[in-house]
Each structure stands twice: as structure tokens, then as C-alpha cells.
């Protein structure tokens, strides 16, 4: 090209002509996004008003998309964050601490939450929960009778209800569409994790104790609960036979003789395998005798929001590490 002057010139105009149309691509994408945007605010505006009927059978109204909210529980906060609603979000919890976004917003109490505080951030809508609706009635009937809409999602025991939680959240802040995506991608991964876990042969299956508080008071995940079904999602068998959350005693567990024990504490005690292995009469426990005493990440286990199918990934890993590496 050096020695032909014109086919230098030729290509600079190539090269003009070519950073023209980029421009051109440019402002054609721009503007697509533009009206990509406008299109999603239409969609959410039409989505408004909308009437529900939350977690304690109050019939609530919102009557326009949600700009500023504020969540009572770290469940709801996780679920709202991943309906991409974190720049509405302007107060939560004081145990809010996923994700790293919400640590950084207005903290309005713990259980017993700071009302003048959630007032003074005027929100549109506060997320409460039904595990603590009763407790914290008095204060959530004083932000409804300063105007605020107040939705109480429900304490969810299994999956099933944990999608109905996206659900209602997402309807109630214009974010329908993003709800299903959410839960479909939930869906997805539970499906292939327990289509993996089909392949286990009844023999290997394994019994295993779920603990989710150390001793000396040891309270297990029992029957109907989310932990329970994670536990059937990854073809395992629990040891605890009641109800609930009960409190267990030492000796019901020693006679259960889990292959293996989850631990769920890891977060507030410093040593939670060796809290298990060091119990007085545990040592012939197979999972104890067999090193099986694992801890997992309570968050991800134990609050029912998006993140409970990293939880039954977590779960299935523990108990069988062959498997699911």
C-alpha cells in the first residue's frame, strides 16, 4: 500500500465510511435500548393498580409501581434484589447482609423494627413476613395508617411456596415477568439436581441428621420444611421423624445413627463440627466414626429466597461428594 498512493486514499475513505455506519449501528442500537425501556415502563405502568391478597388474608391495593421499599426480612430483601428491584430498596433489616448492596442500605431494626425510622425513609411499599406479622401487628398497623402499603409474604415451608413468594412480590412491584424467570431458573436446577440424584441406588442412599442450633439445646430440621424437601430433592433420608423444628435430645439422635450430620451454625459458632464429634456418646455415631460431619452455609439453606437451589447444591455435595462434585 506504501507504493500506491491511491489505494491509501481509497482506504481511508473505506475506513471514514466504515466509522460512519458504526456511528450509524450506534444510534440505532441506542435507540432500540431507548425504546426498550420505555416499552418495560409501559408494561410495568399497565400492571398497576393491582390487588392482593397477602400472606394473613389482607386484601391490599397498590396503586402505582413501587419506588421506594423497604424489607423487614432478609428473605424478602434476597427475592426483591433478584427481581432487580436494589435501587428501590431504601431500608431492610438489620440482619439484611446478602447482597453486598444490601448491607449498604438504611438498617430499621431487627425483629422489633424501628417504625419513626421506616417512616422518616417514606416508603411506598413495606415487605413484612408472616413469621413475625403477629409479633410486629402494632407496628405495621401504624405505617398503614400513615398510608403506607404493608405486604405480608408468607413463611414459606417448602418450595412451592417459596415461588408464590416471588410471585406476590414481583406482582406487587411491577416485576411479574422477572418473578417467573426467577423461578423458572429455580426450577431448572432443582430438576437437575434431583434427575442426577435419581441415579443413587436405594442401598447407597444415606440418612442424615440436619441440625440447625448446637447443644446444648439441638434443634433439627423435621418433616415439612424446606430442608426436609431439599433433602428428597437429593434422594436422602432424614433421621428426624417429627414435625417441624423440634428440639432433640441427645439420645433419640445416637439411636437414629445418621451417616451424616449437616450443621447449619457454622455462621455464629466457631467450631461446629468439632461441637458435634466432642458431644458425650456421638462417638459411635457412623457419620461421627466416619468423619461425616459437614457444615454448610445457613443463608443458603435456611432463608427461603433464590438462593435455597444453591442450598440443595450444597446439601447434595455434603452428602455425597462422589456425586455431586
Known amino acids: 500500500m506504501k507504493k500506491v498512493q491511491g489505494l491509501l486514499f481509497a482506504l481511508f475513505i473505506t475506513v471514514l465510511a466504515l466509522a460512519g455506519c458504526g456511528g450509524n449501528e450506534q444510534e440505532k442500537a441506542g435507540t432500540v435500548a431507548t425504546t426498550a425501556k420505555k416499552d418495560t415502563a409501559q408494561q410495568e405502568a399497565v400492571q398497576f393498580p393491582v ?12 396503586e402505582a409501581k413501587p419506588e421506594k421499599i423497604v424489607s423487614l426480612m432478609p428473605s424478602n430483601t434476597e427475592i426483591a434484589f433478584g427481581l432487580d428491584l436494589g435501587e428501590q430498596i431504601v431500608g431492610v433489616s438489620d440482619f439484611d447482609n446478602y447482597p453486598e448492596e444490601a448491607a449498604k442500605k438504611e438498617k430499621i431494626g431487627g425483629m422489633e423494627f424501628n417504625v419513626e425510622k421506616i417512616l422518616s425513609l417514606k416508603p411506598d411499599l413495606v415487605l413484612a413476613h408472616a413469621s413475625s406479622a403477629d409479633a410486629g401487628e402494632a407496628g405495621l398497623q401504624q405505617l398503614r395508617e400513615a398510608g403506607i402499603t404493608v405486604l405480608v409474604t408468607n413463611n414459606a415451608a417448602n418450595f412451592t411456596e417459596v415461588y408464590e413468594t416471588i410471585r406476590l412480590i414481583g406482582t406487587a ?75 432433640m435430645e441427645s439420645e433419640a439422635v445416637i439411636k437414629s445413627n445418621p451417616e451424616v450430620i449437616i450443621t447449619t451454625h457454622g455462621y455464629y459458632t466457631s467450631e461446629p463440627v468439632k461441637n458435634v464429634i466432642s458431644r458425650e456418646g456421638w462417638q459411635n455415631i457412623s457419620a461421627v466414626k466416619e468423619n461425616r460431619v459437614v457444615d454448610v452455609h445457613s443463608d443458603k439453606v435456611t ?23
Open 173 to 247: 412491584t411491577g416485576k411479574k415477568e422477572k418473578a417467573e424467570t426467577v423461578i423458572a431458573d429455580m426450577e431448572k436446577k432443582v430438576e437437575e439436581i434431583k434427575t442426577k440424584a435419581q441415579e443413587i441406588k436405594e442401598v447407597d442412599r444415606k440418612s442424615v441428621f440436619v441440625e440447625v442450633s448446637p447443644a446444648p439445646e439441638v434443634y433439627a430440621a423435621g418433616k415439612n420444611t424446606f430442608i426436609d424437601e431439599m433433602l428428597q430433592i437429593i434422594n436422602a433420608k432424614n433421621t428426624v421423624t417429627e414435625e417441624g423444628w423440634p428440639k
Open 303 to 325: 432463608r427461603t429466597g433464590p438462593r435455597l437451589t444453591e442450598g440443595v447444591e450444597e446439601l447434595a455435595k455434603a452428602v455425597y461428594p462422589d456425586i455431586f462434585k
Open 51 to 62: 390487588t392482593l391478597t397477602d400472606a394473613v388474608q389482607n386484601e391490599v391495593t397498590i
